[in-house]
């Protein structure tokens, strides 16, 4: 919740923090707004909120995924003029934009004259153009140097990604430099607690462009008066008279006897002030406030039917037995875009069985949010796993539960393990081993201290690893393939998805 | 007026301009300020205003001058929500907000949230400090390149002016690199028409800056990207899709045979676009708006008794005759800050003579609002005028009437001509020549076209220069020397005025 989000984040250098609520927003609706902006205030960082405009992420006639709420612009117009709002929030459906959905244009026009966000992963050309042409002037997405220049050059304000999944400061940070430092921004998204607390928040984009060789005031610039300047914060972002007294004070790790800095070697956070305030970590900790407190959110967090093997069948076209070509979600480390790959799989009694050998297993989405039942299962290359299995209610953006494991009894009883904590993350292993993570708001947060979320993580990942898994961050890779607004193929409740095309294909190619 | 000024500016690569209507504001009181919002209205140029902070320039209390209206906070703050206002204007008055005036402190909190401008020549050190505190970020006034560089240290966004009389580029140019693009601008300030016409205008101090060998990416960030960013006017200054498809074609005045451009010689205007529409000259010479009509002001401009020769005799303290020692206004060419001088003055019958052969003249002003017959005279140095004398009822920022000249009767007479005109510029010499400029709008402005007026300024340079004048921009020159906020020696119709002590001073030294 943001009153611990700071405490991961202010003694790390982050002394205002812009954030859209999207993800609760999916599950509890314009509740999920309302308490985000609550959540909010009061806190010692400065904490602003973009109202989300893609709930769910996809167009609701499109008929991609479930979500918990479908908010349509009369929703969220509202939040507007709220003190705390910047403006709205990452366009992610830029299909609907593209093809001229009334909605997405209404919920545009409604923010005009004040920030819009970008999200157009490999937009390009006249699409990006028309993109611009609505108003929105920001991208976190760039996955390449060649997108993201092209995005520079058509007015769209770059920010420079950091994830625990998406990592993409050492492929874009070469398109910083003197001028471009006033206009392209470091941004963290979906960055675990773990990474925050270990490799830094901004400050670890900081510290990766100067191991590249760039120049300190670039890279102090685009982490700190670049974003102040695009999102109309002016009281912010350099120090000077009149500006906020928001100060962070850098160590460099290496210099020669003489006083002369070797940057490549990067720097520490000596302290952090807020407004003037040197900023305390362990009195952080302390400050119980009322936005710490859980939301007045009734019911559930969970409500799906209790899964079995059965649950995981994949039918297969073409006669019962033999091995047929699939469609499978390669996964790529790192990033958060997916291979569209083809692979021969056995077919048994008419249904595809995963094929662990090689590392493609299966993944299945199951909806949380209405007690339909309503499920979907496909395959993913790139896990590792053997003898093990992963689930959570972290599942962008729709937040169903999304399960991937080597056997569909593992899979169904990590998903009813899952069920039983009410959301969170589960790792199971054959054997019994079982390690979990409680995320008792809207299956997506906790008020737990980052700290002990951290050691969570690394119980998490530790027995993730143990039983094959070869990603870095498990979990949150996990939770970008239900994604269907980020290429290639994704899976969802509703099926497999080629957000190429942005419809469901069949998972038989 | 607002219609005109587009004629001469759009064709010069100016499509879009912000302005201070401060000078109809201090002779017409609120009624400028509603005149001057809509004339701004419904033009090919966009332009924006700036709700004057400072009618008069200085703090009514002091006593300095008198102008047509005061002002307070609760005057002007209606004016804050119009939709062609951008914030507050020019923040003069910066004793009297070091003072901590409350008028000064309710004005800029006021109009927190937007832009306030400032002008602040010569603050340094905590003063400056402190008027960045009170949320002015922006000064025009900057002088020397010392000056400019702690203002942009301290977080004031730098507008680099070049005026008709102020001229600042050459000296701050300099600052101008990679870094100091995006939060430098360039300005212009009391530009008259010929100078638009046959230098330009922003693209004059593009062309100053190439010629000093900037680079051109600077100087054209400078003159479009900065001012539109730091204004949070972000749908233009760059070209890319959903900004205004405001465009400027340059032509290099000099490139090799292998298409290789020396910037070092400058551009010139190819053709410019204003919102995707080809600016024909001509064309705007024929737009007759409403906005270009006269205001509804009533009565005469000029309120003031004929003058005699009587009316300019400068008392001397001590004896009735013989030399004195007096304070004499030093004239700067091309600044419109002053020398503080002292000179040895004749006096005959207790009255100070002027002294024509070491150039120092009489110099006076006359209250023209309220027909109170209030004046002051005292001398200046720099004119250089034999047997002329010069009259304008431009005279920042009061707009009282203004005169120099040699010879008592014969500045009567200027003050006299330019009643009859009911406002504008005269010049006249011994023997009957004269030339004039009217101005029937508030005795500043005209519905003329900018060619016409540059005719005319002309005409009457060339007559002034033909009386001796030295000076390249006399009438400007002139009508700064009654602003009390610029240093050092300036007269008002209260009195010769010591800015550095922002108190009237005796002649008599």
């Known amino acids: ?49 973009m109202v989300p405009s893609c709930v769910p992420s996809t167009s609701p006639a499109a008929g991609l995924e479930t979500s918990g709420a479908t908010l349509g612009a009369e929703d969220i117009k509202r939040f507007r003029d709220h003190p705390g709002v910047l403006g709205l929030a990452e366009m992610m459906n830029f299909p609907g934009l593209l093809g001229g959905d009334p909605d997405v244009l209404a919920k545009l026009m409604d923010f005009s004259g004040m920030k819009r966000d970008g999200h157009c992963p490999g937009l390009s050309g006249k699409d990006l153009n028309a993109y611009g042409v609505a108003g929105i002037h920001s991208c976190h997405e760039s996955t390449t140097l060649a997108e993201a220049r092209e995005k520079l050059t058509k007015g769209i304000h770059v920010l420079i990604r950091e994830g625990s999944c998406a990592r993409n400061a050492e492929t874009l940070l070469p398109i910083l430099d003197a001028y471009t430092s006033a206009v392209v921004s470091f941004c963290s998204d979906d960055r675990n607690p773990a990474d925050i607390a270990e490799a830094g928040h901004i400050d670890c984009i900081v510290n990766k462009a100067l191991h590249a060789g760039g120049r300190p005031e670039d890279a102090l610039r685009a982490a700190s008066y670049a974003p102040s300047a695009v999102y109309g914060l002016d009281d912010r972002g350099a120090l000077a008279p009149g500006y906020l007294a928001d100060v962070v004070l850098l160590k460099p790790r290496s210099h020669t006897g003489s006083g002369v800095v070797d940057w490549r070697a990067g720097v520490d956070i000596h302290s952090v002030y807020k407004r003037g305030k040197r900023v305390d970590a362990a009195e952080l900790a302390k400050v119980k406030s009322a936005a710490a407190k859980g939301p007045a959110f009734s019911g559930k967090n969970l409500n799906l039917p209790e899964a079995s093997a059965a649950t995981f069948r994949v039918a297969a076209t073409g006669g019962a037995s033999g091995p047929r070509k699939a469609r499978v979600i390669g996964v790529i480390p790192g990033q958060i875009v997916t291979n569209p790959l083809t692979r021969d799989l056995p077919v048994e ?38 003898g093990g299995a992963i689930a959570t209610s972290i599942n962008h953006d729709s937040h169903n539960v999304i399960v991937v494991g080597d056997g569909d009894e593992l899979m169904a009883k990590a998903v009813n393990r899952l069920r039983a904590l009410d959301g969170g993350i589960v790792v199971l292993a054959e054997g019994g081993r079982e390690e ?62 080629d957000v190429s095309q942005f419809k469901i294909v069949d998972v038989s190619a």
């Open 436 to 497: 979990t993570l409680s995320l008792p708001i809207g299956g997506l947060m906790t008020e737990a201290p980052p700290a002990d979320v951290a050691v969570r993580l690394h119980k998490l990942k530790a027995l993730a690893r143990a039983v094959g898994c070869k990603l870095e961050e498990p979990f949150l890779t996990l939770s970008f393939l239900a994604l269907p607004v980020i290429p290639t193929f994704k899976i969802t409740d509703k099926g497999l998805v």
């Open 1 to 49: 919740v943001p009153a611990r989000f700071q405490e991961a984040v202010l003694p790390r250098g982050t002394t205002t923090a812009i954030w859209d609520p999207h993800e609760i927003t999916n599950v509890k609706g314009t509740a999920g707004i309302e308490w985000a902006v609550g959540a909010s205030e009061g806190l010692s960082l400065d904490l602003f909120v």
């Open 349 to 386: 009694g008419g249904a595809f069985l995963a094929n662990p050998a090689a590392d493609v297993l299966k993944i299945a989405v199951l909806e949380r949010h209405h007690g339909t039942g309503g499920k979907a299962c496909a395959f993913v290359e790139g896990f590792g796993l053997r």
